[in-house]
């Protein structure tokens, strides 16, 4: 028998005492909602998924070749002293939207000195930071295909124009957002790209993860 994120999730939670209704809580979201998802009868995104392990105790779960999951967590001797930031098997896509497993692998930390950090980072918390990759080019000249950024979760609402990370339908995207009179516009900095909006009858289908920090380019460059 498959054991799968559900089953391990149902397995922390008889461990401990959980119950639909005091994770529903946990989420704010309805009980109904909750046995939805823990029974596979509906299929949450990578960010509910995440919210729910984590409101049960669960670091992360591995999901295998052969379909099975195991918990499991990063092994290392970290320094007290210093931040670490993880960095999850995620890719936003810059392009036309990049679809996504279900689960966020954490695949390595990245350190920092912690006075570096509050230079880089501005005070915020290392739980609040998660990197992920770029895949595609429609914000070119701000970001390449392959590029780390550095996203504040905290920031799950729309604060303001700046580029954000976020759901639309099933696709994740890292993208401009600006309010425009009564539309929020998705843009593009590489121009070969049309902007689009979201209307406000479309708006149920927009979940923000956070809001882009600081990226970092992973182009290497030849010369001579």
Not at 13 to 29: I, P
Not at 75 to 91: A, G, P, S, W
């Amino acid at each position: 028998m498959i054991n799968k994120w559900q089953d391990i999730v149902k397995q922390k939670m008889r461990s401990t005492g959980e119950t639909q209704e005091t994770l529903a809580e946990k989420l704010d979201v309805t009980q109904s909602g909750v046995a939805h998802w823990l029974s596979g009868r509906r299929k949450p995104d990578t960010d509910i998924i995440a919210s729910i392990m984590k409101a049960v105790g669960i670091k992360e779960i591995t999901i295998n070749d052969d379909g099975s999951a195991s918990e499991n967590s990063i092994q290392c001797d970290r320094n007290t002293n210093n931040f670490y930031i993880e960095v999850l098997d995620v890719k936003a896509g810059a392009g036309d939207g990049y679809l996504n497993s279900d689960v966020q692998e954490v695949i390595k930390l990245i350190e920092y000195d912690n006075e570096q950090a509050k230079l880089l980072f501005n005070g915020i918390s290392s739980n609040n930071l998660k990197v992920i990759n770029i895949s595609g080019d429609s914000m070119q000249g701000t970001f390449e295909s392959g590029d780390a950024v550095y996203v504040d979760i905290s920031r799950r609402s729309f604060e303001g124009d700046g580029i954000y990370v976020f759901t639309f339908g099933r696709n994740l995207y890292v993208k401009r957002l600006q309010i425009i009179k009564d539309k929020l516009i998705v843009i593009s900095d590489n121009k070969a790209y049309k902007e689009w909006d979201i209307r406000e009858d479309e708006i149920d289908q927009l979940y923000i993860h956070g809001k882009v920090m600081l990226s970092q380019s992973m182009l290497l460059r030849k010369h001579g």
